[in-house]
């Protein structure tokens, strides 16, 4: 298996610009997630998803964001307007669920500066 | 409030050391608890993860153990490498119904010098 897959790598976008971001998780997998990841604030979660199903938002920082994901291969986050404070690297990982012990997949990462 | 605290944020040692990567956890009542790498621009790497009923789990020249009761966990690398240079983090997993209720510590960044 290829792992996760996140598109683009890296996306530069002025503020106020839509931004979408792309995962593919691994084959099989039943949960996915985004998260964010910057100096100040570390590792936040933003959403997840089970059987294609979000399960927890909390995280979604603003209505600006927004999550989908259509069938078991593929999920977008959306940031629509963007903003300079939008800017961070966009993790997407997955995971199969087998009693809560299974290891988490991380994706590369995109990382996303809004001007 | 469960926190993840790892301690020293950075470490920087010679090649052929052996060292010890340290993580605290304010609540016991934990499910699990994972060590993650993450190399300079890219995703993170699941080393190890240990359940709350284990004590140690090992891969290669890495051993990860758990005390649950005094909130703390180890990362030991033998034998370290100028590969083995990354930022190290731990996450603890909180609720027996999900594997995703991790909290996350800000991370030990290592630096193994040739």
């Known amino acids: 298996d290829a792992g996760v897959i996140q598109s683009p790598r890296h996306e530069v976008t002025e503020m106020g610009q839509e931004v979408t971001l792309r995962c593919k998780p691994i084959?099989?997998?039943?949960?996915l997630f985004w998260y964010r990841q910057t100096m100040m604030r570390g590792l936040e979660l933003l959403i997840y998803?089970?059987?294609?199903?979000?399960?927890?938002d909390s995280g979604m920082p603003e209505d600006r964001f927004s999550a989908k994901m259509p069938n078991a291969s593929f999920s977008t986050l959306k940031i629509q307007p963007s903003e300079p404070r939008d800017s961070a690297v966009y993790f997407c990982?997955?995971?199969?669920?087998?009693?809560?012990?299974?290891?988490?997949?991380f994706g590369s990462g995109t990382q996303l500066s809004v001007l | 409030k469960q926190e993840v605290t790892q301690i020293p944020a950075a470490l920087s040692v010679p090649e052929g050391e052996n060292l010890v990567l340290n993580c605290s956890f304010t609540?016991?009542?934990?499910?699990?608890l994972q060590w993650f790498r993450q190399d300079p621009g890219k995703g993170l790497t699941s080393l190890l993860l240990?359940?709350?009923s284990q004590r140690e789990q090992t891969s290669g020249r890495l051993n990860a153990s758990l005390d649950k009761s005094s909130g703390r966990s180890t990362l030991y690398i033998a034998a370290s490498q100028p590969g083995d240079s990354a930022t190290y983090l731990c996450?603890?997993?909180?609720?027996?119904?999900?594997?995703?209720?991790?909290?996350w510590g800000a991370g030990t960044k290592l630096i193994i010098k040739p």
């Open positions: 990982a997955s995971s199969l669920y087998r009693g809560t012990n299974e290891k988490l997949f």
């Open positions: 084959s099989g997998h039943d949960y």
């Open positions: 998803f089970n059987n294609n199903v979000p399960i927890d």
């Open positions: 609540d016991s009542a934990i499910y699990n």
């Open positions: 240990i359940q709350s």
């Open positions: 996450a603890v997993n909180l609720t027996s119904c999900s594997n995703y209720q991790l909290i």
